[in-house]
């Protein structure tokens, strides 16, 4: 396993949660994003970041959560705030050596994948 998510859990709407992903001694991690994946739905990419520290966002979590990323611990975060309902789903991280930039938030960018950690909000 080269990526491992953490950190996620059950919260009430309103609530935040902050997911880590750590890629440990993986170098390919240039680009690094979010993913999430909802029942019966596609997986939705939310969030990437390249190792320079810039981000782009899903217009469906702009404002409400925010990606970082700390390059010596070659890890990733994710700060969810404000969560509602229909944000619950798997949440995995991907990371890849090169991501063009209309690929960022499409699955078939990344080519390394987490198990995935699950983020339950109830009403």
């Known amino acids: 396993v080269q990526l491992m998510e953490s950190g996620g859990g059950s919260v009430q709407a309103g609530g935040s949660l902050r997911l880590s992903c750590s890629a440990g001694n993986y170098p390919n991690t240039h680009y690094m994003a979010w993913f999430r994946q909802a029942p019966g739905k596609e997986r939705e990419g939310i969030a990437a970041i390249d190792k320079s520290g810039r981000t782009i966002y899903a217009d469906s979590v702009k404002g409400r959560f925010t990606i970082s990323r700390d390059n010596a611990k070659n890890t990733q975060y994710l700060e969810m705030k404000s969560l509602k309902p229909e944000d619950t789903a798997m949440y995995y991280c991907?990371?890849?050596?090169?991501?063009?930039?209309?690929?960022?938030?499409?699955?078939?960018?990344?080519?390394?994948w987490g198990q995935g950690t699950q983020v339950t909000v109830s009403s």
């Open positions: 991907a990371a890849d050596g090169w991501v063009p930039v209309w690929r960022q938030l499409r699955s078939d960018g990344y080519a390394t």
